[in-house]
C-alpha cells in the first residue's frame, strides 16, 4: 500500500524543515531556456575547460585501471593531495599532504562543516551577501547565521568585532566565520589586506575559527598577490575547489584543516562518498603532472576579464544613475544594488517576461536582506550577448523605477492631503 503524500511530512527529520526552496534550482529550468539571456547561473564558460589536454591523458589513466576504476582512499589519492600540498606552498602556505583532504567539490566541504560543528540553532557568522550554497549547507544543520555587512574592502572588521562581543555578553559562541576573501560570491569583492590582518586578529581575540573558502583565488584579472587567511593564520579551515579553474564536472575539491580537525571530517564525509572519484583523480593528477594549472587559470581568468569589461561597460551606458555596481577584479560575478524601496524577488518574473534572468540579492541572505539587490554573472555569456542582455535588463529596471515612483507620487499627495485636512480641522 502507497502511504499518502501529505503522510510523509510526519516522517521528515526536524532540519529538513530548514533547508529552503533553492532559488537557483528554481532559476535554472527557466534560464536554461535558449531564448533566455541568463545572468544567474555561477558556471565557468564551457570553453575554458582544458578539453584537449584531458583528451591526451585519459588513456594513461585508463592503463592504471586497476585504481582509477577501482574504489579509492577516502581521504583521497595520495598524489593529488602532494600536488595540492605543491600548489599551496607556492601561495606560502606550508601544508603536508597528510593534512589534504579531497572532497566532492569545495561544496561538500561546507556540507561537513555543517555536519562536524553545528547543533541545531547554533550561529555562524558570515559575510552579508555570501555564496547561497554555503548558507544552505549550514541551515540544513538548522544554523543560525548572523551575517556582518561588506563595504569595498569586504567583510567590517569593527562590525565583526561588535558582533561577536555582542554574541559573548550573550554568552553565546558562534561556531565559525565563513569567509570568501577572494572575488566573492556574490559580489566580486577581495578582502583588503588591513581587512584580513584585522579580521585574523578579530577571531583571535574571540577565540572563534576561522573558515576561508578560496573558490575564486586563482581567478584575478591581474595576479593576486594577496595573502590568504589561511597563510596569516595557521590553524583556518581552507577550502578550495577545482570547479572555476579546470572542470566543475570532475567534480573535485579539497580542504585542509589542523590534524585533529581533520581527522573527524575525514571520517564524516568516509559515511558520505566512501571515498571521491578515484577515475577524475587520476585525469587530475596526470593533468597538473604534464601541465601547469596556473597558466590554465590565467587562461580562463583573461576570458572573463573581458566579458566583466564588456558587462561594466554595458551598466555604465544603460543603466540608471540611481543604481551602484562592484567592479571586480577577478571571479564571476557583479554585484547590482538599486534603491532600497526595489524587490528585486518580485522584478523577477518581468526580468524573465523580457528574457533575461538574474539571482535576487535576497537569495544570499538568510533573512530577507538584499532585496534591492542583484548577483549578475559575467563568466558564461558571450561579449555581445551581455551587452543585449543588460540591455533587455535595463529596460526592465526602468519600467520598474517608473511604476515604484508613481506609487510614491500617489502615495505622498495622499499624505499631503491627509496632512492639510487636519491642520484645516486643527484651525
Ligand atoms: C564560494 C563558493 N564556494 C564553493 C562553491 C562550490 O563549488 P564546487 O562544489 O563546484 O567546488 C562555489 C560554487 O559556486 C562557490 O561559489
Redesign the pocket.
Given at each position: 500500500m502507497e502511504i499518502r503524500l501529505d503522510v510523509w511530512e510526519k516522517f521528515y527529520a526536524q532540519r529538513v524543515r530548514s533547508i529552503r526552496p533553492s532559488i537557483v534550482r528554481m532559476l535554472f529550468a527557466a534560464a536554461s531556456r535558449p531564448d533566455i539571456i541568463s545572468f544567474a547561473g555561477?558556471m565557468p564558460h564551457p570553453r575554458s575547460f582544458p578539453v584537449k589536454e584531458i583528451a591526451q591523458v585519459i588513456k594513461e589513466v585508463l592503463d592504471q585501471a586497476d585504481i582509477s576504476l577501482q574504489y579509492g582512499p577516502s581521504e583521497g589519492l595520495w598524489e593529488l593531495r602532494e600536488e595540492i600540498s605543491k600548489l599551496m606552498k607556492e601561495r606560502e602556505m606550508n601544508v603536508h599532504p597528510e593534512e589534504i583532504l579531497i572532497t566532492?567539490?569545495?561544496?561538500?566541504?561546507?556540507d561537513l562543516l555543517g555536519k562536524i560543528f553545528i547543533n541545531p540553532g547554533e550561529a555562524v557568522v558570515t559575510e552579508g551577501p555570501s555564496?547561497v550554497?554555503?548558507l544552505n549547507a549550514f541551515l540544513s544543520y538548522e544554523a543560525r547565521i548572523v551575517s556582518v555587512p561588506m563595504d569595498e574592502e569586504g567583510i567590517t572588521s569593527e562590525l565583526l568585532d561588535e558582533a561577536l562581543t555582542l554574541m559573548e555578553k550573550k554568552k553565546e559562541k558562534p561556531k565559525f566565520i565563513y569567509l570568501?576573501p577572494n572575488y566573492?560570491?556574490p559580489t566580486g569583492l577581495s578582502l583588503s589586506l588591513k581587512r584580513r590582518k584585522e579580521i585574523v586578529e578579530i577571531a583571535d581575540k574571540h577565540q572563534v575559527p576561522l573558515v576561508e573558502?578560496d573558490?575564486?583565488g586563482y581567478l584575478g584579472f591581474s595576479p593576486n598577490t594577496l595573502p590568504t587567511l589561511k597563510k596569516l593564520k595557521e590553524d583556518a579551515i581552507y577550502?578550495n575547489?577545482?570547479?572555476?579553474i579546470f572542470s566543475?564536472g570532475m567534480?573535485?575539491?579539497w580542504l585542509t584543516a589542523p590534524k585533529p580537525v581533520l581527522e573527524k571530517f575525514s571520517k564524516a564525509k568516509e559515511a558520505e562518498n566512501l571515498c571521491p572519484s578515484p577515475f577524475t583523480q587520476k585525469v587530475l593528477v596526470a593533468y597538473l603532472k604534464r601541465f601547469d594549472i596556473k597558466n590554465q587559470a590565467k587562461k580562463v581568468a583573461q576570458m572573463y576579464q573581458e566579458r566583466c569589461q564588456a558587462m561594466l561597460e554595458a551598466l555604465e551606458e544603460n543603466f540608471p544613475s540611481e543604481a551602484t555596481w562592484t567592479k571586480p577584479e577577478g571571479g564571476l560575478f557583479i554585484w547590482v544594488t538599486l534603491p532600497d524601496y526595489f524587490d528585486t524577488t518580485e522584478m523577477l518574473a518581468k526580468a524573465l517576461e523580457a528574457k533575461v534572468a538574474y539571482i535576487p540579492g535576497e537569495a544570499f541572505y538568510a533573512d530577507g536582506r538584499g532585496k534591492n539587490s542583484i548577483r549578475l554573472n559575467f563568466s558564461y555569456s558571450e561579449v555581445d550577448v551581455i551587452w543585449e542582455g543588460i540591455k533587455r535588463l535595463n529596460k526592465v529596471v526602468k519600467e520598474q523605477f517608473k511604476i515604484y515612483k508613481a506609487f510614491y507620487k500617489i502615495n505622498s499627495s495622499k499624505k499631503e492631503k491627509a496632512r492639510s485636512k487636519s491642520l484645516k480641522e486643527e484651525k
Open positions: 555561477g566532492d567539490g569545495a561544496q561538500q566541504g561546507l555564496y550554497g554555503a570568501i566573492q560570491n573558502d573558490a575564486y577550502l575547489t577545482f570547479s572555476k566543475p567534480r573535485i575539491g
